[in-house]
């Protein structure tokens, strides 16, 4: 990948699923558990009722609902952060996130959590993770009422934050979040090209992408941030 200029980034957004946490949870869930659980309840084939989920996904993707486990809850009568704590074993950090983290904090840049997960998924997964013992804030687009799909979003975290977009690197799985990133005109973008550890390494050349964050490291111990 080119080299990100460390020197210039100050502030880092980070996301979660598939970015800083192994998306084999997330895919595992809305792609075989729930659909299993709906099935049952339904008394459908268990294809039946993954054909059923495909339908109500592409209706709300990239919205807040698509996102919302209340919504779902409502939607398919089934307690969704119940059913999350049946599989909660699969929630698991990726090998290379917490010294990537470190190495930020260590070197003087704000660390901050921007992910579209509902709070109380955001909160099973701090429970499994202690994610909020290393980074500074956590943010759940659910508090804007909109997703980070949204340029209304961008603009409302910059007024939270504010955060200088020449200075601040944004780290995303989904390819069309980070260009809504770059919109709004967030400079430093780096693609996640490994989000689920089950699934193969994807091919990206829209933008800078890792596979293992360590690769990182000696770049960004290398280029303090400068109080």
Known sequence: MSKLAWKDIHTVLLDMDGTLLDLHFDNHFWLEHLPKKLAIK???SLQQAKDLMTVE???VVGTLSWYCLDFWT????????E???EIQHLISMRDD????IDALKATGRKVILVTNAHPDSLSLKVEHTQLDQHIDELISTHEFAVTKESQELWQQLHNKLEFNPQNTLFVDDSLGILKAAQDFGIKHLLAVSNPDSKQAVRDISEYPSIQDYRYLLADIE??????
């Open 42 to 44: 339904r008394g459908v």
């Open 57 to 59: 996904y592409e209706q």
């Open 74 to 81: 409502d939607k398919l009568d089934i307690d969704i952060v």
């Open 83 to 85: 059913a999350k704590r």
């Open 97 to 100: 996130s917490l010294p990537f």
């Open 222 to 227: 290398g280029s303090p941030v400068i109080a």
